[in-house]
């Protein structure tokens, strides 16, 4: 029952460096989501995806980028670290019909110092 | 453009006291979905609970209950008898839908205290 996967669980970068966070989901869903979550601001839609090929830009898009070749996998790309990228990221997935819950993964504290 | 609003953000009670946690949410469409997710101290995101726009019954389930009314664009959560488990982040979140795209538009969360 492996659900969403997320690695790393912790990650300390610095300014300027580059890294992907990855994410994976074996429940065959259509959907998935990149989410950041800073505290008291709730969680922030990053990037999502309706299906392999196919993504589109959520609230916060800057300084990030995504792709998804695999049903399964939905890797999020920073590219040159900020300290106002530190957050905690979380990915999901879901069913597309409206009525289906979103399946999260267990998030990845990074911090850019 | 669709908003939830969690217009409290901290809650702190005493174990055994009965806590309402409200949402507000604005949709301009007629066909969506409200959800509750419980974020505990080891950070991960469990699914609560879903209500269509369509399904105004209120839903009790053991010392959880939600009201929702849409002449109000509410969606109350309460816990009786609170216990210190229930100690976590209540997320409210509205899925509705948008031509092919059905996003999930979270509020900023309630973090709620019940003291022992």
């Known amino acids: 029952n492996a659900g969403v996967t997320q690695t790393p669980k912790f990650r300390i970068l610095k300014i300027g460096q580059s890294m992907t966070l990855q994410c994976a989901q074996d429940?065959?869903?259509?959907?998935m989501y990149w989410y950041r979550q800073d505290p008291g601001m709730g969680l922030k839609l990053i990037y999502y995806s309706v299906g392999a090929g196919i993504t589109d830009k959520g609230e916060v898009p800057n300084g990030y980028n995504v792709s998804r070749s695999t049903t399964e996998d939905f890797p999020l790309r920073l590219e040159l670290a900020a300290p106002s990228q530190t957050s905690v990221y979380f990915c999901a997935s879901s069913y597309p019909e409206v009525n289906t819950e979103a399946f999260f993964g267990q998030g990845t504290r990074l911090t850019v110092v | 453009a669709q908003k939830v609003t969690q217009a409290q953000t901290e809650i702190s009670v005493v174990e055994k006291e009965d806590v309402t946690l409200d949402c507000v949410y604005e949709?301009?469409?007629?066909?969506?979905?409200l959800f509750w997710y419980k974020q505990p101290p080891s950070g991960e995101l469990v699914f609560l609970i879903r209500r269509n726009s369509f399904d105004e019954q209120n839903e009790i389930s053991g010392r959880y209950s939600w009201n929702f009314q849409k002449s109000t664009s509410s969606f109350n959560f309460t816990i009786t008898a609170s216990q210190v488990v229930d100690s976590a982040v209540y997320f409210c979140a509205l899925r509705n839908y948008t031509g092919a795209n059905s996003k999930l538009t979270f509020g900023k969360g309630i973090t709620l205290s019940v003291r022992p």
């Open positions: 429940m065959n869903h259509n959907y």
């Open positions: 949709t301009r469409d007629t066909t969506y979905y």
